[in-house]
Each structure stands twice: as C-alpha cells, then as structure tokens.
C-alpha cells in the first residue's frame, strides 16, 4: 500500500471513530412551529414549509398558536383548520393570543375574546383526537381531577394530552397578553379558572411522567411567561414546573412560542430545557428528536429558508 492510500485510509478510520452512534430503537422525531402567518408573503411561504414537513419522517406535529395577525374571523378559523389537516402526520394545536385574547383589538375585528375562545373550541378541538390528515387519540380536559374554584367549570377541551415513545405530552392554554389577565372583570375570572384546570392537567401529566418506564415529560403552550408585562402573572405555572422536575428526576422539555425568537436555552432555575420556535417574519419550525440513547435525551434541528424580500 503506498503512503498515500495508507494516510488516506488511517484518515477514514479517524472519521469512523467520531461518527455518531446510531438512534436507540425507539428514538423519533416531531415538528415545532407557531406564531405564522401574518401576511401573503408568509401565507405562501407556510404551504410550502408544510409540504417539506409532509416529506420528514415524524410521528406528529405542535402547533403551538398565533396562527394569523389578521381579524378572527369565523372564516379565519375555518382556513386554518383545513390547512393543518394538509399536514399529513397528526397535529396538535394549542390556542395563541392572536386567536383570543388580542381579537378584542380594533384591528383584530373588536371581538369578544371569551365568545372567540368558545367559537375556537368547536372548530378545532370538538373531538378527542388530533388534527391532521393522519389523526392519532389524545386525551382532552372535559373532567375535574379536584374540586374547582367556585364558579369553574371542567369543559377545556384545548387542553390535550398523549404518550409516545415512553414521553408524556401535554399542552395547556396559556396565552400570550398576560394571558387574558387586567382587562375586565369577566377575563380576569376566566383567567382564574383556566389556571386553576393547568394547574390540574399538568399535574396530571406530571403523575404520568413518573410511571416507571417513562422518559421525560414535554409542555406546549404559546405564551413566553418570561415577558409579562403584570408581574406574577405566569409565576405559579413556572413554579410547578420546577416542582415537577424535583419530583420526577427526568428531562422536561418546555416549549413555548409568542416572542418570534428561535431559542434552546435553560432559564429556569432548575435544569430544565426551554424550546421557543421561530415566529414572524421568519417562517420555521424546528425538528426535535427524542434519542434515549444521547445523555440529554432531546436534539433540536431548526429548519428555517431565508427570506426573500421583493426588489
């Protein structure tokens, strides 16, 4: 062999020896996205992002809310209910403030954001499975696991959760605008009772997590609950989820939307994994990978094109 082929082989061997291990047989993937789209541009752009989506090999996608910045229209939410049924894998869609909270606005039509909500759950969450093309079942929120406040209910069906491959998932209608808390009397008090059943179905995802066989617990919802703007809003949510991961001792993933910034970071005070997806201008999502055999269990792949402005 001469010295050239034997440099060039010892050099392959080199490579093989960093190349990384396989996935664990039960390692898979799903998408991140929200808070897209607000314009034409990225109307376009969102088709043509769903259809390279349709072409990764999944098990599900998370829509995690702000599916528009235009009026919330019934006709609105009729169109975006049939765009997420062109994603081929099963989506789950947890509400954004540019559905509900912000519809009050002028330039969101001046609606009543609790009628909008109400409007929300028949369109998109009247049954207990997903949506997409491919639907797969997921629990929904429609019992009290304790007595409520007094003058709650047990009806949130937008609250959802399932297991795949030994990962609880959960999501949780949490708002961005300080989730639909200062503005009146009657938010203020939906709010109230809206907290109080999070509280309740994270609990009880928590409680799945923790079964022996389990790996790790994921969180979905759209509010950034680090940039309230009335303190405390969010506190008691990221309280108990600090207690969670005291209690299970596994990797708990956080994922949120609401403040557009592609982000994987730890702002907790305990090590648990914050994911916030891309959001407006910029049309993304991000491909997430559950590999129990990589020590941090999750790896994160953001997919995003380059705008492309016209001249």
Known sequence: MTSRWAVLLAALLAGCATWPPPPHPDAFSFAVLGDTPYNEREERELAAMIGRINREPLAFVVHVGDFSGEACSDALYTKRRAQFDTFERPVVYTPGDNEWTDCRRDYMGSFDPLERLARLRQVFFAEPRSLG??????????????????????????????EHGGVAFVTLNVSGSDNNVGFDA????????????????LER???????????????????????????GVFAPLLAQVEAAHARL????????GDSHTYRVDTPFAAPITRLETYGSPFVGWVKVTVDPARPDLFFFEPRLRAIVVPQ
């Open 249 to 256: 001792r596994k990797p708990i993933l956080f994922v949120h």
């Open 133 to 162: 093309a491919t639907t797969m079942p997921t629990a929904m929120q429609t019992q009290c696991s304790a007595p409520p406040p007094a003058g709650c209910g047990c009806a949130y069906p937008e609250n959802r959760a399932w």
């Open 186 to 201: 009657a938010s203020d008090a939906e709010a109230r009772c809206r907290d109080a059943a999070n509280a309740q179905w």
């Open 205 to 231: 995802a928590v409680t799945t997590a923790a079964s022996p066989g389990m790996r790790a617990l994921v969180i979905a919802m759209q509010a950034n609950p680090w940039i309230a703007k009335k303190p």
